[in-house]
């Protein structure tokens, strides 16, 4: 008979990248303790997000709180925090943030380590003042360089070459999401105890429910995605429509597609210079997402090809991102390919 008082196993986000680390009988721990570092960081954005709307009580001015400090932006906060919990630790050679213009290097009075970090610190924060979910994107690159200085143009390589990807969702709960290349696995934030606790493990996107863009800007795309929208709506296609949602936050549209299955997509518009070449960042939320959506079984394109292939020229490339279930993101590169090029 089952002891009564044995409780189930309980695996932590420590226990399970650690786990993880037997794949390689090389490793030394430092990728495990990045994940790590990264998952504390997130425990401490998400304490931080879920008193975002206190800040405006707290600060009176909005600028100054209670204590005469600044009120700072939440998306810097993150930015802050992601760098102060790992720069200092001798696993990293180098950061790039999408908060910032450049990369930062490690402190010459810090040890150097040999992992380049990309991240997205905070996703959707223009959700963050109506109480919508927000996210953090990261990436792990090994660096190109044995030692020295790090370049800027070590950071310009294709997803293909990350070591490890993921994200943390602020949402109703707060999930860890990550891959090794082993796998995609998820851990939800048990409040009571602080800690990340197994609760999704080898996450498999299942057949698709939904479809999710900003219908808005459709006047502003190629012929091409207006026909592929209607082909997910059930316009003359062998698929029955899907459901339309649509948070505006990447990380959260992504990880409902993630558990539901669905595509996510962003593509090129007319509407501003900016989105021609697209919205999103190839380096700190369309690669690292890629990897993430191919170990699940799914698929990421620029329209035309794998975001994974694509090699960036500049820190801030923005690209056209299609995400979510393999063939929904190869109907698109059909559709592209027949009515745009
Ligand atoms: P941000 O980097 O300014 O937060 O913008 C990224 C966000 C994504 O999370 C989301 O998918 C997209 O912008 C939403 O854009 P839009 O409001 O144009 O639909």
């Not at 879920?50 to 993150?78: C, H, P, S």
């Not at 930015?79 to 790039?96: M, V």
């Not at 393999?326 to 109907?331: A, E, S, Y």
Request: charged letters at 20%; glycine letters at 10%.
């Amino acid at each position: 008979m089952a002891d009564q008082a044995d409780p189930s196993p309980i695996i932590t986000i420590e226990r399970h990248i650690l786990d993880e680390q037997t794949f390689h009988p090389e490793a030394t721990g430092t990728l495990t303790n990045i994940l790590y570092d990264l998952a504390l960081a997130g425990k401490v954005i998400a304490s931080k997000t879920a008193r975002a709307g206190l800040a405006e009580i707290l600060g009176l001015t909005g600028d100054i709180n209670i204590q005469g400090e600044k009120v700072m932006k939440l998306d810097r906060f993150a930015d802050l925090t992601i760098t102060r919990l790992t720069d200092h630790t001798g696993r990293l050679a180098g950061l790039a943030s999408e908060e910032n213009a450049a990369f930062m290097p490690i402190p010459d009075k810090y040890p150097m380590g040999k992992y380049l970090l990309v991240f997205d610190p905070l996703d959707g924060s223009s959700n963050v003042d109506f109480n919508m979910p927000v996210g953090t994107i990261f990436g792990i690159y090994r660096r190109v360089k044995e030692s020295g200085p790090v370049d800027e143009s070590e950071f310009f390589q294709p997803g293909r070459n990350l070591v490890a990807a993921g994200y943390i969702a602020y949402g109703t709960s707060t999930m860890f999401v990550y891959t090794a290349g082993h796998g995609v696995h998820g851990f939800t934030l048990d409040p009571s105890v602080g800690e990340f606790l197994l609760s999704h493990p080898n996450i498999a996107i299942p057949k698709a429910k939904y479809f999710s863009v900003n219908l808005g800007y459709q006047l502003y795309w190629s012929l091409g995605v207006q026909r592929y929208t209607e082909y997910l709506q059930g316009h003359e296609s062998d698929i029955k429509g899907l459901s339309l949602r649509y948070i505006g936050t990447l990380v959260s549209d992504f990880h409902r597609n993630l558990l539901a299955g669905g595509v996510f997509y962003y593509p090129a518009d007319s509407k501003d210079p900016k989105a021609r070449t697209g919205k999103l960042r190839l380096l700190y939320e369309a690669a690292p997402l890629a990897f993430i959506a191919e170990q699940a079984g799914g698929y990421a394109s620029d329209g035309r090809g794998p975001i994974l292939d694509i090699t960036p020229d500049s820190l801030h490339q923005r690209t056209p991102l299609f995400i979510g279930n393999r063939d929904l993101v190869m109907k698109v590169e059909d559709f592209i390919r027949g009515l745009d090029d």
